[in-house]
Protein backbone atom coordinates (compact mmCIF):
# COMPACT_ATOMS: atom_id res chain seq x y z
CA UNK A 1 0.00 0.00 0.00
CA UNK A 2 2.56 2.64 1.06
CA UNK A 3 4.20 1.90 -2.29
CA UNK A 4 1.05 1.99 -4.53
CA UNK A 5 0.64 5.43 -3.08
CA UNK A 6 4.29 6.85 -3.49
CA UNK A 7 3.74 5.45 -6.96
CA UNK A 8 0.57 8.06 -6.66
CA UNK A 9 2.61 11.15 -5.27
CA UNK A 10 5.20 10.46 -8.21
CA UNK A 11 2.48 11.20 -10.92
CA UNK A 12 0.80 13.81 -9.47
CA UNK A 13 3.92 15.94 -9.07
CA UNK A 14 4.97 15.05 -12.69
CA UNK A 15 0.99 15.48 -13.82
CA UNK A 16 1.61 18.83 -11.60
CA UNK A 17 4.96 19.90 -12.96
CA UNK A 18 3.40 19.45 -16.56
CA UNK A 19 0.78 21.38 -15.42
CA UNK A 20 1.83 24.58 -14.15
CA UNK A 21 4.60 24.97 -17.29
CA UNK A 22 1.35 24.76 -19.75
CA UNK A 23 -0.01 27.17 -17.71
CA UNK A 24 2.55 29.56 -17.12
CA UNK A 25 3.26 29.41 -21.37
CA UNK A 26 -0.28 30.07 -21.47
CA UNK A 27 0.26 33.56 -19.59
CA UNK A 28 3.01 34.27 -21.47
CA UNK A 29 1.01 33.82 -25.16
CA UNK A 30 -1.77 36.03 -23.25
CA UNK A 31 0.66 38.62 -22.26
CA UNK A 32 -0.36 38.62 -18.84
CA UNK A 33 0.74 41.53 -16.81
CA UNK A 34 3.86 40.69 -14.05
CA UNK A 35 1.38 40.85 -11.38
CA UNK A 36 -0.91 37.77 -12.90
CA UNK A 37 2.20 36.02 -13.03
CA UNK A 38 2.92 36.62 -9.51
CA UNK A 39 -0.27 35.34 -8.67
CA UNK A 40 -0.30 32.57 -10.56
CA UNK A 41 2.59 30.88 -8.95
CA UNK A 42 1.33 31.58 -5.38
CA UNK A 43 -1.88 29.87 -6.22
CA UNK A 44 0.17 26.84 -7.84
CA UNK A 45 2.63 26.90 -4.50
CA UNK A 46 -0.20 27.42 -2.06
CA UNK A 47 -2.20 24.69 -3.79
CA UNK A 48 0.76 22.08 -3.74
CA UNK A 49 1.47 22.88 -0.11
CA UNK A 50 -2.15 22.77 0.90
CA UNK A 51 -2.44 19.18 -0.72
CA UNK A 52 0.33 17.64 0.37
CA UNK A 53 -0.23 19.22 4.43
CA UNK A 54 -4.00 19.17 4.86
CA UNK A 55 -5.53 16.73 2.26
CA UNK A 56 -2.67 13.85 2.25
CA UNK A 57 -5.34 11.32 4.06
CA UNK A 58 -8.21 12.81 2.75
CA UNK A 59 -10.61 11.09 0.61
CA UNK A 60 -10.31 12.08 -3.49
CA UNK A 61 -13.55 14.33 -3.68
CA UNK A 62 -11.76 16.86 -1.50
CA UNK A 63 -8.57 16.62 -3.26
CA UNK A 64 -10.97 17.09 -6.44
CA UNK A 65 -12.47 20.07 -5.09
CA UNK A 66 -9.44 21.94 -4.16
CA UNK A 67 -7.89 21.51 -7.36
CA UNK A 68 -11.57 22.77 -9.10
CA UNK A 69 -10.64 25.98 -7.26
CA UNK A 70 -6.99 25.97 -8.18
CA UNK A 71 -8.70 25.99 -11.73
CA UNK A 72 -10.87 28.11 -10.72
CA UNK A 73 -8.77 31.08 -10.06
CA UNK A 74 -6.11 30.55 -12.26
CA UNK A 75 -8.90 31.23 -14.65
CA UNK A 76 -9.24 34.73 -12.78
CA UNK A 77 -5.56 35.31 -13.20
CA UNK A 78 -5.90 34.56 -17.39
CA UNK A 79 -8.61 36.89 -17.82
CA UNK A 80 -8.23 39.57 -14.95
CA UNK A 81 -4.71 40.26 -15.45
CA UNK A 82 -4.18 40.77 -18.95
CA UNK A 83 -2.21 43.06 -20.49
CA UNK A 84 -3.51 47.28 -20.37
CA UNK A 85 -4.50 48.68 -23.96
CA UNK A 86 -2.00 51.42 -24.90
CA UNK A 87 -0.10 52.82 -27.71
CA UNK A 88 2.68 51.63 -29.58
CA UNK A 89 6.07 53.51 -29.02
CA UNK A 90 7.42 55.36 -32.23
CA UNK A 91 10.56 53.84 -31.09
CA UNK A 92 11.28 50.36 -29.74
CA UNK A 93 13.22 50.30 -25.87
CA UNK A 94 15.49 53.39 -25.11
CA UNK A 95 15.26 55.82 -27.50
CA UNK A 96 17.69 58.75 -27.79
CA UNK A 97 15.63 61.80 -26.78
CA UNK A 98 13.18 64.19 -28.51
CA UNK A 99 13.83 66.21 -31.39
CA UNK A 100 13.68 70.05 -31.89
CA UNK A 101 10.30 71.47 -32.46
CA UNK A 102 9.24 71.23 -36.54
CA UNK A 103 6.26 73.27 -37.64
CA UNK A 104 3.28 72.04 -40.06
CA UNK A 105 0.37 73.61 -41.13
CA UNK A 106 -2.22 72.79 -37.74
CA UNK A 107 1.21 73.37 -35.38
CA UNK A 108 4.16 72.17 -33.39
CA UNK A 109 5.38 69.03 -32.70
CA UNK A 110 8.48 66.85 -31.75
CA UNK A 111 9.54 63.39 -32.64
CA UNK A 112 11.89 61.08 -31.34
CA UNK A 113 15.31 60.11 -32.10
CA UNK A 114 16.32 56.03 -32.09
CA UNK A 115 18.62 55.27 -30.00
CA UNK A 116 21.74 55.98 -32.24
CA UNK A 117 19.92 59.17 -33.21
CA UNK A 118 20.49 58.00 -37.09
CA UNK A 119 16.95 58.57 -37.75
CA UNK A 120 14.31 60.72 -36.45
CA UNK A 121 10.57 59.44 -35.83
CA UNK A 122 7.13 61.59 -35.54
CA UNK A 123 4.54 59.21 -35.31
CA UNK A 124 0.77 59.91 -34.57
CA UNK A 125 0.40 62.96 -36.25
CA UNK A 126 -3.21 63.93 -37.21
CA UNK A 127 -4.07 64.48 -40.99
CA UNK A 128 -7.59 63.90 -41.01
CA UNK A 129 -10.49 65.09 -38.38
CA UNK A 130 -11.33 62.10 -36.23
CA UNK A 131 -14.39 59.75 -38.92
CA UNK A 132 -16.64 59.51 -35.43
CA UNK A 133 -20.42 60.31 -34.98
CA UNK A 134 -21.27 62.29 -37.87
CA UNK A 135 -18.25 62.05 -39.57
CA UNK A 136 -18.66 58.24 -40.00
CA UNK A 137 -18.69 57.33 -43.79
CA UNK A 138 -18.03 60.46 -44.80
CA UNK A 139 -15.03 62.07 -46.73
CA UNK A 140 -11.98 62.94 -44.57
CA UNK A 141 -12.54 66.74 -43.32
CA UNK A 142 -9.11 68.99 -42.03
CA UNK A 143 -7.97 67.93 -38.48
CA UNK A 144 -8.37 70.48 -35.90
CA UNK A 145 -5.20 72.56 -35.44
CA UNK A 146 -3.58 71.84 -32.05
CA UNK A 147 -1.84 74.32 -29.17
CA UNK A 148 1.35 74.23 -27.86
CA UNK A 149 4.01 71.43 -29.35
CA UNK A 150 2.02 67.94 -29.92
CA UNK A 151 4.72 65.25 -28.69
CA UNK A 152 4.37 63.05 -31.44
CA UNK A 153 6.09 60.06 -29.45
CA UNK A 154 3.74 57.40 -30.24
CA UNK A 155 1.75 55.80 -33.00
CA UNK A 156 -1.76 56.10 -33.02
CA UNK A 157 -4.25 53.39 -32.65
CA UNK A 158 -5.01 50.97 -35.35
CA UNK A 159 -7.95 51.51 -37.24
CA UNK A 160 -10.93 49.51 -36.11
CA UNK A 161 -10.66 46.15 -37.02
CA UNK A 162 -11.39 42.76 -35.92
CA UNK A 163 -9.65 41.23 -33.19
CA UNK A 164 -7.92 38.05 -32.35
CA UNK A 165 -7.55 36.40 -28.83
CA UNK A 166 -4.05 37.73 -27.88
CA UNK A 167 -3.28 33.35 -27.55
CA UNK A 168 -4.85 33.35 -31.44
CA UNK A 169 -1.83 35.91 -32.29
CA UNK A 170 0.99 34.75 -30.36
CA UNK A 171 0.60 31.17 -31.64
CA UNK A 172 0.65 32.55 -35.47
CA UNK A 173 4.08 34.31 -34.56
CA UNK A 174 5.30 30.63 -33.66
CA UNK A 175 3.60 28.48 -36.45
CA UNK A 176 3.89 31.10 -39.25
CA UNK A 177 6.70 33.30 -38.40
CA UNK A 178 8.94 31.61 -36.26
CA UNK A 179 10.36 34.46 -34.73
CA UNK A 180 8.28 34.42 -31.22
CA UNK A 181 9.97 35.94 -28.34
CA UNK A 182 9.47 35.55 -24.68
CA UNK A 183 9.57 38.62 -22.86
CA UNK A 184 7.60 40.75 -20.16
CA UNK A 185 7.77 43.63 -21.92
CA UNK A 186 4.78 43.40 -24.62
CA UNK A 187 2.57 42.38 -21.86
CA UNK A 188 -0.17 44.77 -23.59
CA UNK A 189 -2.54 45.23 -26.27
CA UNK A 190 -2.52 47.23 -28.95
CA UNK A 191 -5.00 50.31 -28.88
CA UNK A 192 -7.87 49.81 -31.96
CA UNK A 193 -10.28 52.53 -32.39
CA UNK A 194 -12.17 54.00 -35.10
CA UNK A 195 -9.95 57.71 -34.58
CA UNK A 196 -6.86 56.35 -36.23
CA UNK A 197 -6.61 58.65 -39.26
CA UNK A 198 -3.17 59.28 -38.20
CA UNK A 199 0.18 59.44 -39.77
CA UNK A 200 3.81 58.51 -39.04
CA UNK A 201 7.51 59.81 -40.40
CA UNK A 202 10.95 58.41 -40.31
CA UNK A 203 13.15 60.69 -41.63
CA UNK A 204 17.83 60.84 -41.78
CA UNK A 205 17.87 63.10 -38.82
CA UNK A 206 19.47 66.55 -38.76
CA UNK A 207 18.71 69.28 -41.11
CA UNK A 208 17.62 67.98 -44.24
CA UNK A 209 16.67 69.77 -47.63
CA UNK A 210 14.87 68.00 -50.92
CA UNK A 211 14.74 64.34 -49.62
CA UNK A 212 13.07 61.69 -51.97
CA UNK A 213 9.55 60.78 -50.28
CA UNK A 214 7.86 57.14 -49.96
CA UNK A 215 4.47 56.90 -49.08
CA UNK A 216 3.54 53.68 -48.00
CA UNK A 217 0.08 51.89 -47.65
CA UNK A 218 -0.17 48.62 -45.64
CA UNK A 219 -1.81 45.67 -46.14
CA UNK A 220 -4.35 43.40 -44.49
CA UNK A 221 -7.26 42.65 -47.30
CA UNK A 222 -8.72 46.20 -46.18
CA UNK A 223 -10.00 44.39 -42.86
CA UNK A 224 -7.05 44.78 -40.52
CA UNK A 225 -3.30 46.04 -40.27
CA UNK A 226 -1.08 48.69 -38.70
CA UNK A 227 1.28 51.06 -40.13
CA UNK A 228 4.29 50.21 -37.17
CA UNK A 229 4.66 46.57 -37.93
CA UNK A 230 8.48 46.35 -38.27
CA UNK A 231 8.81 44.46 -41.56
CA UNK A 232 7.86 47.70 -43.22
CA UNK A 233 8.94 50.68 -40.65
CA UNK A 234 10.42 53.35 -42.40
CA UNK A 235 13.92 53.47 -40.11
CA UNK A 236 15.48 51.04 -42.60
CA UNK A 237 14.63 53.18 -46.13
CA UNK A 238 15.47 56.76 -44.03
CA UNK A 239 18.97 55.10 -42.80
CA UNK A 240 19.54 55.19 -46.94
CA UNK A 241 18.27 58.79 -47.56
CA UNK A 242 14.56 58.48 -47.97
CA UNK A 243 11.83 60.02 -45.97
CA UNK A 244 9.06 57.53 -45.42
CA UNK A 245 5.42 58.18 -44.48
CA UNK A 246 2.85 55.74 -43.83
CA UNK A 247 -1.06 56.30 -42.20
CA UNK A 248 -3.69 54.33 -41.23
CA UNK A 249 -7.06 54.55 -43.04
CA UNK A 250 -10.21 53.58 -42.57
CA UNK A 251 -10.78 49.70 -42.89
CA UNK A 252 -13.76 47.06 -43.46
CA UNK A 253 -17.35 48.24 -42.90
CA UNK A 254 -15.95 51.31 -41.92
CA UNK A 255 -14.14 52.40 -44.87
CA UNK A 256 -16.06 50.33 -47.74
CA UNK A 257 -19.56 50.59 -46.87
CA UNK A 258 -21.51 51.61 -49.55
CA UNK A 259 -25.25 52.30 -50.15
CA UNK A 260 -27.05 54.51 -52.28
CA UNK A 261 -27.93 56.97 -49.27
CA UNK A 262 -24.48 57.75 -48.41
CA UNK A 263 -23.59 58.74 -52.51
CA UNK A 264 -27.16 60.96 -52.27
CA UNK A 265 -25.84 62.71 -49.14
CA UNK A 266 -22.17 63.04 -50.60
CA UNK A 267 -21.32 66.40 -52.08
CA UNK A 268 -19.44 64.98 -54.89
CA UNK A 269 -21.69 61.79 -55.14
CA UNK A 270 -19.44 59.19 -53.46
CA UNK A 271 -19.78 55.90 -51.12
CA UNK A 272 -17.54 52.82 -50.88
CA UNK A 273 -13.81 54.09 -50.75
CA UNK A 274 -13.93 56.37 -47.82
CA UNK A 275 -10.44 53.78 -47.04
CA UNK A 276 -9.00 55.41 -50.36
CA UNK A 277 -10.04 58.99 -49.64
CA UNK A 278 -8.02 58.88 -46.30
CA UNK A 279 -5.72 57.54 -48.39
CA UNK A 280 -5.63 60.27 -50.98
CA UNK A 281 -6.26 62.85 -47.73
CA UNK A 282 -2.59 61.88 -46.19
CA UNK A 283 -1.16 62.68 -49.88
CA UNK A 284 -2.46 66.29 -49.66
CA UNK A 285 -1.06 66.36 -46.22
CA UNK A 286 2.59 65.28 -47.43
CA UNK A 287 1.92 67.88 -50.33
CA UNK A 288 1.44 70.62 -47.81
CA UNK A 289 3.69 69.52 -44.76
CA UNK A 290 6.62 67.19 -45.86
CA UNK A 291 9.08 70.50 -46.86
CA UNK A 292 9.21 70.92 -42.97
CA UNK A 293 11.08 67.52 -42.38
CA UNK A 294 13.47 68.01 -45.69
CA UNK A 295 11.43 65.87 -48.05
CA UNK A 296 10.56 67.21 -51.32
CA UNK A 297 6.92 67.35 -52.27
CA UNK A 298 7.82 67.15 -55.92
CA UNK A 299 9.48 63.44 -55.82
CA UNK A 300 6.75 61.21 -54.05
CA UNK A 301 7.00 57.51 -54.40
CA UNK A 302 3.42 55.16 -53.15
CA UNK A 303 4.13 51.72 -52.08
CA UNK A 304 1.64 49.09 -50.82
CA UNK A 305 1.84 45.54 -50.04
CA UNK A 306 -1.33 43.15 -50.72
CA UNK A 307 -4.41 45.19 -50.42
CA UNK A 308 -1.83 48.17 -49.89
CA UNK A 309 -0.88 47.13 -53.51
CA UNK A 310 -4.76 47.03 -54.29
CA UNK A 311 -4.99 50.63 -52.91
CA UNK A 312 -1.47 51.73 -54.98
CA UNK A 313 -2.69 50.25 -58.01
CA UNK A 314 -6.37 51.94 -57.79
CA UNK A 315 -4.58 55.13 -57.02
CA UNK A 316 -2.47 55.25 -60.27
CA UNK A 317 -5.79 55.88 -62.53
CA UNK A 318 -8.06 57.57 -60.14
CA UNK A 319 -8.53 61.20 -61.02
CA UNK A 320 -8.75 62.57 -57.42
CA UNK A 321 -4.54 61.47 -57.04
CA UNK A 322 -3.02 62.87 -59.98
CA UNK A 323 -0.01 64.94 -58.89
CA UNK A 324 0.35 63.61 -55.83
CA UNK A 325 2.99 61.31 -56.77
CA UNK A 326 5.55 60.26 -59.70
CA UNK A 327 6.13 56.71 -58.91
CA UNK A 328 4.42 53.64 -57.88
CA UNK A 329 5.63 50.56 -56.09
CA UNK A 330 3.22 47.56 -55.82
CA UNK A 331 3.96 44.56 -53.91
CA UNK A 332 2.17 41.52 -54.61
CA UNK A 333 -1.44 42.52 -55.77
CA UNK A 334 -2.97 44.73 -58.18
CA UNK A 335 -6.35 45.35 -59.48
CA UNK A 336 -5.27 46.65 -63.10
CA UNK A 337 -6.53 43.20 -64.39
CA UNK A 338 -9.90 42.96 -66.81
CA UNK A 339 -11.26 41.57 -63.50
CA UNK A 340 -9.91 42.13 -60.19
CA UNK A 341 -9.54 38.79 -58.19
CA UNK A 342 -9.65 40.37 -54.90
CA UNK A 343 -10.10 43.77 -52.90
CA UNK A 344 -12.24 44.82 -55.31
CA UNK A 345 -16.07 44.97 -56.52
CA UNK A 346 -18.15 47.41 -58.69
CA UNK A 347 -21.07 49.89 -57.42
CA UNK A 348 -24.19 47.77 -57.92
CA UNK A 349 -22.43 44.50 -55.91
CA UNK A 350 -21.38 47.41 -53.18
CA UNK A 351 -25.07 48.74 -52.62
CA UNK A 352 -26.45 45.25 -52.57
CA UNK A 353 -23.89 44.39 -49.68
CA UNK A 354 -24.66 47.74 -48.04
CA UNK A 355 -28.50 46.64 -48.17
CA UNK A 356 -27.37 43.85 -46.34
CA UNK A 357 -25.55 45.44 -43.75
CA UNK A 358 -28.27 47.82 -43.08
CA UNK A 359 -30.74 44.47 -42.66
CA UNK A 360 -27.88 42.73 -40.57
CA UNK A 361 -28.22 45.79 -37.63
CA UNK A 362 -32.02 46.30 -38.05
CA UNK A 363 -31.49 49.50 -39.48
CA UNK A 364 -33.59 51.79 -41.35
CA UNK A 365 -31.28 53.66 -42.65
CA UNK A 366 -27.58 55.48 -42.70
CA UNK A 367 -28.56 57.49 -39.46
CA UNK A 368 -29.27 54.71 -37.28
CA UNK A 369 -26.57 52.68 -38.74
CA UNK A 370 -24.17 55.33 -37.61
CA UNK A 371 -25.58 55.07 -34.01
CA UNK A 372 -24.64 51.33 -33.94
CA UNK A 373 -21.32 51.28 -31.33
CA UNK A 374 -18.33 50.89 -33.17
CA UNK A 375 -17.36 47.55 -31.74
CA UNK A 376 -20.57 45.71 -32.37
CA UNK A 377 -20.25 47.22 -36.12
CA UNK A 378 -17.13 45.46 -37.01
CA UNK A 379 -18.73 42.65 -37.29
CA UNK A 380 -19.26 44.08 -41.00
CA UNK A 381 -16.31 44.01 -42.06
CA UNK A 382 -16.15 40.48 -43.29
CA UNK A 383 -18.30 41.50 -46.31
CA UNK A 384 -17.43 45.34 -47.09
CA UNK A 385 -13.79 45.55 -47.77
CA UNK A 386 -13.67 46.24 -51.36
CA UNK A 387 -12.27 49.26 -53.28
CA UNK A 388 -15.09 50.80 -55.14
CA UNK A 389 -15.77 51.71 -58.47
CA UNK A 390 -17.96 54.71 -57.46
CA UNK A 391 -17.57 57.24 -60.30
CA UNK A 392 -15.63 59.96 -58.18
CA UNK A 393 -12.95 57.84 -56.94
CA UNK A 394 -12.63 55.63 -59.46
CA UNK A 395 -14.31 56.54 -62.79
CA UNK A 396 -14.22 53.20 -64.40
CA UNK A 397 -12.15 50.12 -64.28
CA UNK A 398 -8.68 50.99 -63.92
CA UNK A 399 -8.07 47.82 -66.62
CA UNK A 400 -9.92 50.56 -68.93
CA UNK A 401 -8.38 53.98 -67.94
CA UNK A 402 -5.55 52.22 -68.93
CA UNK A 403 -6.26 51.33 -72.19
CA UNK A 404 -7.24 54.55 -72.59
CA UNK A 405 -4.10 56.08 -71.74
CA UNK A 406 -4.95 57.62 -67.85
CA UNK A 407 -2.90 57.30 -65.53
CA UNK A 408 -1.07 58.85 -62.92
CA UNK A 409 2.31 57.02 -62.26
CA UNK A 410 5.40 58.33 -64.53
CA UNK A 411 7.85 54.41 -63.59
CA UNK A 412 6.22 51.75 -61.76
CA UNK A 413 8.62 48.83 -59.87
CA UNK A 414 6.03 45.96 -58.78
CA UNK A 415 5.59 42.37 -58.25
CA UNK A 416 5.28 38.90 -56.48
CA UNK A 417 7.02 36.40 -54.34
CA UNK A 418 7.82 32.65 -55.55
CA UNK A 419 4.85 31.21 -53.20
CA UNK A 420 2.31 33.71 -52.47
CA UNK A 421 -0.68 31.22 -52.41
CA UNK A 422 0.39 28.90 -50.01
CA UNK A 423 -0.52 30.43 -46.49
CA UNK A 424 -4.12 31.25 -47.70
CA UNK A 425 -4.69 27.69 -49.07
CA UNK A 426 -2.84 25.59 -45.96
CA UNK A 427 -6.48 24.26 -45.12
CA UNK A 428 -7.84 23.96 -48.04
CA UNK A 429 -4.36 22.08 -50.05
CA UNK A 430 -5.23 20.26 -53.27
CA UNK A 431 -4.85 16.12 -53.38
CA UNK A 432 -5.47 13.85 -56.20
CA UNK A 433 -9.54 13.51 -54.82
CA UNK A 434 -10.35 16.98 -55.38
CA UNK A 435 -7.66 18.82 -57.38
CA UNK A 436 -9.17 18.40 -60.62
CA UNK A 437 -12.21 19.44 -59.44
CA UNK A 438 -11.12 22.68 -57.97
CA UNK A 439 -9.64 23.70 -61.27
CA UNK A 440 -12.85 22.90 -63.06
CA UNK A 441 -15.02 24.95 -60.52
CA UNK A 442 -12.90 27.76 -61.30
CA UNK A 443 -11.72 27.73 -64.85
CA UNK A 444 -14.76 25.91 -66.35
CA UNK A 445 -13.93 25.53 -70.22
CA UNK A 446 -10.44 26.66 -69.63
CA UNK A 447 -9.68 24.23 -67.25
CA UNK A 448 -8.24 21.49 -69.54
CA UNK A 449 -5.54 23.89 -70.94
CA UNK A 450 -4.79 25.21 -67.07
CA UNK A 451 -4.61 20.78 -66.25
CA UNK A 452 -2.67 20.25 -69.12
CA UNK A 453 0.10 22.91 -68.15
CA UNK A 454 0.27 21.51 -64.34
CA UNK A 455 -0.23 17.72 -64.77
CA UNK A 456 -0.42 16.04 -61.24
CA UNK A 457 0.12 12.59 -60.63
CA UNK A 458 0.15 12.49 -56.87
CA UNK A 459 -0.95 14.20 -53.58
CA UNK A 460 2.24 16.09 -53.31
CA UNK A 461 2.33 17.43 -56.56
CA UNK A 462 -1.48 18.50 -56.75
CA UNK A 463 -0.90 20.50 -53.74
CA UNK A 464 1.92 22.42 -55.78
CA UNK A 465 0.27 22.41 -58.76
CA UNK A 466 -2.91 24.18 -56.77
CA UNK A 467 -0.79 26.38 -54.79
CA UNK A 468 1.03 27.58 -58.23
CA UNK A 469 -2.50 28.35 -60.09
CA UNK A 470 -3.83 29.83 -56.77
CA UNK A 471 -0.80 32.57 -56.88
CA UNK A 472 -1.30 32.77 -60.51
CA UNK A 473 -5.11 33.63 -60.10
CA UNK A 474 -5.19 36.11 -56.93
CA UNK A 475 -1.16 37.40 -57.07
CA UNK A 476 0.82 37.47 -60.19
CA UNK A 477 -1.32 37.82 -62.88
CA UNK A 478 -2.06 41.49 -62.00
CA UNK A 479 1.02 42.24 -62.11
CA UNK A 480 1.80 40.49 -65.59
CA UNK A 481 -1.29 43.15 -66.83
CA UNK A 482 0.32 46.16 -65.04
CA UNK A 483 4.01 45.52 -66.74
CA UNK A 484 2.26 45.38 -70.07
CA UNK A 485 0.16 48.34 -69.52
CA UNK A 486 3.26 49.95 -68.59
CA UNK A 487 4.88 49.40 -71.92
CA UNK A 488 1.46 50.20 -74.01
CA UNK A 489 1.24 53.73 -72.17
CA UNK A 490 5.10 54.90 -72.55
CA UNK A 491 6.61 54.16 -69.16
CA UNK A 492 9.00 51.85 -67.47
CA UNK A 493 7.65 48.75 -65.33
CA UNK A 494 10.33 46.98 -63.30
CA UNK A 495 8.89 43.66 -62.28
CA UNK A 496 10.42 40.95 -59.60
CA UNK A 497 10.22 37.67 -58.45
CA UNK A 498 11.37 37.38 -55.31
CA UNK A 499 12.77 33.72 -54.62
CA UNK A 500 14.86 33.71 -51.54
CA UNK A 501 14.05 31.43 -48.59
CA UNK A 502 14.87 32.03 -45.16
CA UNK A 503 13.73 30.65 -41.62
CA UNK A 504 10.89 32.76 -41.30
CA UNK A 505 8.14 33.71 -43.72
CA UNK A 506 10.52 32.72 -46.42
CA UNK A 507 8.46 33.26 -50.61
CA UNK A 508 5.25 33.27 -48.76
CA UNK A 509 2.96 36.43 -48.94
CA UNK A 510 4.88 39.28 -47.60
CA UNK A 511 8.24 37.47 -47.28
CA UNK A 512 10.04 39.62 -49.53
CA UNK A 513 9.00 42.91 -47.29
CA UNK A 514 11.75 42.88 -44.58
CA UNK A 515 14.34 42.69 -47.43
CA UNK A 516 13.28 45.42 -49.61
CA UNK A 517 12.44 47.83 -46.75
CA UNK A 518 16.01 47.09 -44.93
CA UNK A 519 14.41 45.84 -41.87
CA UNK A 520 16.46 42.38 -41.01
CA UNK A 521 17.06 42.58 -37.09
CA UNK A 522 21.12 42.28 -36.92
CA UNK A 523 20.03 39.52 -33.36
CA UNK A 524 17.61 37.36 -35.92
CA UNK A 525 19.09 33.83 -36.77
CA UNK A 526 16.42 33.10 -38.85
CA UNK A 527 17.98 35.48 -41.62
CA UNK A 528 22.40 34.58 -42.34
CA UNK A 529 24.66 36.57 -44.23
CA UNK A 530 23.01 35.89 -47.49
CA UNK A 531 19.55 36.95 -46.50
CA UNK A 532 21.50 40.71 -45.37
CA UNK A 533 23.66 41.02 -48.42
CA UNK A 534 20.14 40.59 -50.65
CA UNK A 535 18.02 42.76 -48.21
CA UNK A 536 20.87 45.60 -48.86
CA UNK A 537 20.92 45.18 -52.39
CA UNK A 538 16.76 44.88 -53.12
CA UNK A 539 16.54 48.20 -50.80
CA UNK A 540 19.18 50.04 -52.69
CA UNK A 541 17.37 49.20 -55.71
CA UNK A 542 14.06 50.53 -54.06
CA UNK A 543 15.86 53.45 -53.03
CA UNK A 544 17.47 54.23 -56.50
CA UNK A 545 13.87 53.98 -57.79
CA UNK A 546 12.43 56.49 -55.30
CA UNK A 547 14.79 58.82 -55.91
CA UNK A 548 15.18 58.78 -60.12
CA UNK A 549 12.31 56.45 -61.24
CA UNK A 550 15.28 53.88 -62.15
CA UNK A 551 16.10 51.03 -59.67
CA UNK A 552 19.36 50.66 -61.40
CA UNK A 553 22.92 51.82 -59.49
CA UNK A 554 26.61 51.30 -59.49
CA UNK A 555 27.47 47.68 -58.36
CA UNK A 556 24.14 46.57 -58.59
CA UNK A 557 23.16 43.62 -61.41
CA UNK A 558 20.89 45.31 -64.18
CA UNK A 559 17.75 45.21 -63.69
CA UNK A 560 16.12 45.81 -66.88
CA UNK A 561 12.59 47.48 -67.89
CA UNK A 562 9.52 45.21 -69.14
CA UNK A 563 9.38 45.24 -72.85
CA UNK A 564 6.88 42.67 -73.06
CA UNK A 565 5.83 42.22 -69.90
CA UNK A 566 7.41 38.59 -69.80
CA UNK A 567 10.69 39.71 -68.18
CA UNK A 568 10.95 39.76 -64.64
CA UNK A 569 14.20 40.13 -62.03
CA UNK A 570 14.66 37.67 -59.82
CA UNK A 571 15.46 38.27 -56.32
CA UNK A 572 17.13 35.12 -54.33
CA UNK A 573 19.69 33.53 -53.81
CA UNK A 574 20.77 34.20 -57.21
CA UNK A 575 19.78 37.51 -58.98
CA UNK A 576 19.17 38.22 -62.49
CA UNK A 577 16.66 39.01 -65.08
CA UNK A 578 14.80 35.78 -66.29
CA UNK A 579 11.36 35.17 -68.11
CA UNK A 580 7.88 35.22 -65.85
CA UNK A 581 7.65 31.47 -64.98
CA UNK A 582 3.78 32.07 -64.70
CA UNK A 583 3.71 33.61 -68.79
CA UNK A 584 1.89 30.02 -69.79
CA UNK A 585 -0.39 30.21 -67.28
CA UNK A 586 -1.34 33.99 -67.84
CA UNK A 587 -1.39 33.71 -71.65
CA UNK A 588 -4.60 31.58 -70.52
CA UNK A 589 -5.81 33.67 -67.86
CA UNK A 590 -5.77 36.25 -71.03
CA UNK A 591 -8.45 34.69 -73.01
CA UNK A 592 -10.35 33.75 -69.02
CA UNK A 593 -10.92 37.04 -68.01
CA UNK A 594 -10.97 38.93 -71.63
CA UNK A 595 -7.95 40.92 -71.99
CA UNK A 596 -7.89 43.24 -74.93
CA UNK A 597 -4.77 45.03 -74.56
Excluded at 510 to 516: D, L, R, V
Amino acid sequence: MEQKTKKKGIGFRIFFTIFSLLYLALLELNKNTLIGWCAALVLLVLYAVLRKRLLLKQKGILRFLLFAVLLAALAGVLFGTVGPTKLHPAVEGKNGGTTDVVTVKDGDLTGVYTADKAVEVYAGIPYAAPPVGELRWREPQDPAPWEGVLAADSFAPMSMQPQNSVIYNSLAQIVGYHDYKISLSDNYREANSEDALYLNIWKPAGEQEKLPVLVYIHGGALQTGQPWYADYSGEGLARKGVLVVNMGYRLGVFGFLATQELAAESPSGTTGNYGLLDQIKALQWVQENIEAFGGDPDNVTIAGESAGSACVSALCTSPLAKGLFRRAIGESSTVSAPAPTHSFRLLDEAFAVGDETLQRFGAAGIDELRKVDAGTLVAATDVNHHITVDGYVLEELPYDSYRKGIHNEEACLQGFNAEEGTPFILFAQANMKNYEQKVRAYFGDYADEVLALYPAATDAEARTMWTDIYSGVFFTYGHYCWSRQAVANGFPAYEYFFTKENGRLGTWHSGEEIYCYNNIPADSGLYDESDRELADLFSDYFVNFIRTGDPNGEGLPKWSPSETGAEVMELGAVQGMTADKYLPLHEIFDRFYGWEG
